[in-house]
Every structure is written in structure tokens, then in C-alpha cells.
């Protein structure tokens, strides 16, 4: 498959995700898409990058969502060189008075 096939799907993807308007249409979405464990990695994922980005340490983020150090490691590496996506939705979600 080329490049560029991969790209448009993604795309569609994601305007996909955009057109949800509601916390449960985005709930109900994502467990029709994804499997139990790709959630659960997922938001595993989100929970270690909002402890990260909140400053806890290593062994907090450890004990609080059971993540692996590599799970842990791979997502600060995303906070320090990724796409800034992590923290563009933590800083939307602080504007609309979320967690983040």
C-alpha cells in the first residue's frame, strides 16, 4: 500500500473523530472501533501523560495507573519531541475548565 492511501484514510479517520458532538457519541464511537485492550492502552496512555505533565514522578505514575516504566518513558517522550498534541488538548481542556 502506498503512501499516500494510508494518509487519506487517516484523514478520514480523524474528520471522522471531529464530527462527534458529545462526550457519549466519542464513548460509543471508540468502543465500536477499538478493542477493550486498545482502549484501555490508550487511556493508559493519556492518564501517564496528564501525571507527567502535572510533574509527578516516575514511581507516582507508577503506583497511581500501573503503567510500564517503557509505557511511561514512551509517553514523556512524546511530551518532550512529539507533535505537541498532548499538550494542546491539556491546554483546551484547562481553557473549558477540564482537568487538564
Not at 471522522?16 to 465500536?32: G, R, Y
Not at 496512555?45 to 502535572?54: D, G, I, K, S
Not at 505514575?61 to 517503557?70: K, P, V
Amino acid at each position: 500500500m502506498n503512501t499516500r492511501g494510508k494518509r487519506e484514510r487517516s484523514e478520514e479517520l480523524y474528520k471522522a473523530i471531529l464530527a462527534l458532538e458529545t462526550e457519549e457519541e466519542c464513548i460509543a464511537f471508540f468502543e465500536d472501533l477499538c478493542t477493550i485492550g486498545e482502549l484501555s492502552a490508550m487511556e493508559q496512555r493519556y492518564q501517564v501523560a496528564r501525571a507527567l505533565h502535572e510533574g509527578k514522578i516516575y514511581s507516582e505514575i507508577l503506583a497511581e495507573t500501573g503503567a510500564s516504566s517503557a509505557t511511561i518513558s514512551r509517553v514523556n517522550r512524546s511530551l518532550m519531541y512529539g507533535n505537541n498534541g498532548y499538550h494542546l488538548v491539556f491546554e483546551r481542556m484547562k481553557e473549558r475548565g477540564g482537568e487538564a
